[in-house]
């Protein structure tokens, strides 16, 4: 049981190219979701899934993109990197929304230049 | 506005002390988790709580649903609990829009 694996760890890009982080988790959770972290401020949620086949986007979903096509996969895409996104990323899951204990990953440290 | 605010911000302690940190929230939760981060960056969960008291060995979580408030306490402190301290919750106003608002987070560090 692995839990919630998320790679790569660190990442340099430059402006305009494109990435997928990856995460996937192996305890069958139905909600998954990315956010990113910032200095000063507290995690944001860009985009998150209640379910294979199903995403909706977060408090900051712009510049990325996600897609759920199996329960234990939810991959993060960075369309055209800009300096903005650069930030620390965390994929997490859980069994439902609310009620449960939330998984992180490890972090995915991404700068772009 | 939907906030969540920490207090405080950073706290240096002295091994063995009664660490108390804060977390108030402006409007009704269905739902408050307490995380804590470790300085190289890896998020553990907790506590999740809808009311009442939770305690996991030197850990204890309260929260006030009237005062809208929480606080996270940690008994005789040591340097390994140095991290920091995440609250994160559910608004009942984002019933069926499934987020979570999260604080800025305590840095706690315990001196030995």
């Known amino acids: 049981n692995a839990g919630v694996t998320q790679t790569p760890k660190f990442q340099v890009l430059k402006t305009g190219q494109s990435m997928t982080l990856q995460c996937a988790q192996d305890m069958n959770h139905e909600y998954m979701s990315w956010y990113r972290q910032d200095p000063g401020m507290g995690l944001r949620l860009i985009h998150y899934?209640?379910?294979?086949?199903?995403?909706d986007q977060g408090e900051v979903p712009n510049g990325y993109n996600v897609s759920r096509s199996t329960t234990e996969d939810f991959p993060l895409r960075l369309l055209s990197a800009a300096p903005s996104q650069t930030s620390v990323y965390f994929c997490?899951?859980?069994?439902?929304?609310?009620?449960?204990?939330?998984?992180f990953g490890e972090g995915s440290w991404l700068t772009v230049v | 506005k939907n906030e969540v605010e920490q207090s405080p911000q950073n706290l240096t302690a002295q091994e063995g002390e009664f660490i108390t940190i804060n977390c108030s929230y402006s409007?009704?939760?269905?739902?408050l988790h307490w995380l804590q981060q470790h300085p190289g960056g890896g998020i553990v969960s907790l506590f999740m709580l809808s009311s009442g008291k939770k305690k996991h060995g030197r850990l204890i979580a309260t929260i006030n649903i009237q005062e809208k408030h929480s606080s996270l306490h940690i008994t005789a402190s040591h340097p390994r609990d140095s991290a920091v301290y995440i609250c994160?919750?559910?608004?009942?106003?984002?019933?069926?829009?499934?987020?979570?608002?999260f604080g800025t987070g305590t840095r706690l560090t315990i001196i030995p």
């Open positions: 997490a899951s859980s069994y439902s929304p609310v009620g449960n204990t939330i998984y």
């Open positions: 899934s209640v379910g294979a086949g199903i995403t």
């Open positions: 994160a919750v559910r608004f009942i106003s984002n019933f069926g829009n499934e987020k979570l608002t």
């Open positions: 409007v009704g939760i269905s739902a």
